[in-house]
């Protein structure tokens, strides 16, 4: 039988697509492999959004230039981010790739052979679904825009079907994604909401639960936050990326909000939704930050005290406005620094706000074994590891917390008397 590998990194979008392209080689009469070298086909899903990503895609690339040369029966594909829409070049650059597509435009060979929807055939019992591809607002540093697009629904009626379909599948619980994922629905013809979808989504039997990323903090409506808060599947876990705790620092980034507003939010979700889990994402080192504009951002974190926090350094990107207009003059040793900071700064907060859950009850959806433990997920996404003798897959299980730590939790099944 005919084998693919497919190798993914980045964001979950690309992770989505590449269960989506696997599906679709599986369909074909391909079968998965983990080795490039046994693969018929391989298929690299790029991500460019720093030059450290873009690194690791071009590393691995060069690293198959070999195999492909000299089995002249493999098909070699990139897709992702890498792809921008001058293909020539990136032929010219590495022309012993095959194919270069964007992502979900697949070349005809890998067109679907029946009209089936190409959702994972053995889908994990958490799985994504993507629900608005592209992103409109152009934040300066981030070329997302540039090589996804600008942003396009997909019909609600589609999301809720496929939905039902992953359910018949095992599916308990889905996560939407988006690069901007609560503008959904705003380019479609009667123009439903993410709260109109949720609301569709919660009335799915055997569904158990519904995530969704990422939020941008502008599009943040109260109608999503009660529909988060009313509807009882839709979990208590919300991504909102801040970016920075500097106004100055947020209007060169072009965010469209500001520290005040973006504290008022996170303090109207709150409120609304007790024990919501609030994680945000950190950009240090943005050209000129100043050591004062980096402490707004130590003190922001401080106050709010995110769940999680996911931080990086800035990274030009070729032809995005903050590449064109201002220089990365922060050295890299004060961005790694910045980084650090920030970083230490969650480790200690996820500490003292996961201690609170030692000694409670949580339900978790049980997802899978790692190093013969059973792991899965909170309702606001804390990772839970407990041990059991049977087979737990796919259950949504009791467990007591006997262990916590800023990363994860541990714990034992409370058992019905
Ligand atoms: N749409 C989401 C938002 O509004 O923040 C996130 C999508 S973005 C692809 C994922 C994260 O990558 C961003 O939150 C940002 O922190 C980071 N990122 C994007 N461009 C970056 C750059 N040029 N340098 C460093 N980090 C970057
Ligand atoms: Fe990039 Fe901003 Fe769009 Fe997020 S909202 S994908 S950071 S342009």
Known sequence: MSQYY???????MNKAESERLGSCLEQLGYQATDTAEAADIIVLNSCVVRQSAENRVINKLKSLEARRRAHQSTTLAVTGCLVNSKVDQLKKGF???DYFFKPGDYPPWLEKPEAAPVIPQHPSPSTFVPIIQGCNNFCSYCIVPYRRGREVSRNASEIVCEVKELVHRGVREV???????DSYGHDLPDKPGLADLLSELNTVDELARIRFLTNHPKDMSLKLIEAIAYLDKVCEQISLPVQSGSNDILKAMR??????QYRQLANTIRSKIPRVALSTDIIVGFPSETEPQFQQTVSLLSELKFDTVHVAAYSPRPGTTAAREFEDNIPPTEKKERLNTIEQLQERIAREVNAQLLGKAVEILVEGKVKGKWQG?????????????KDCLGQLINIRIDKTSPWSLQGEVIKLK
């Open 6 to 12: 497919i190798w993914t990194i980045g964001c979950q």
């Open 95 to 97: 022309p012993y790739v």
């Open 175 to 181: 996560t939407l994604l988006g690069q901007n994922v």
């Open 255 to 260: 965010r469209g909000y500001t520290v005040e």
């Open 377 to 389: 997920r909170t309702r606001t996404g804390k990772l839970v590891f407990f041990n059991d003798n």
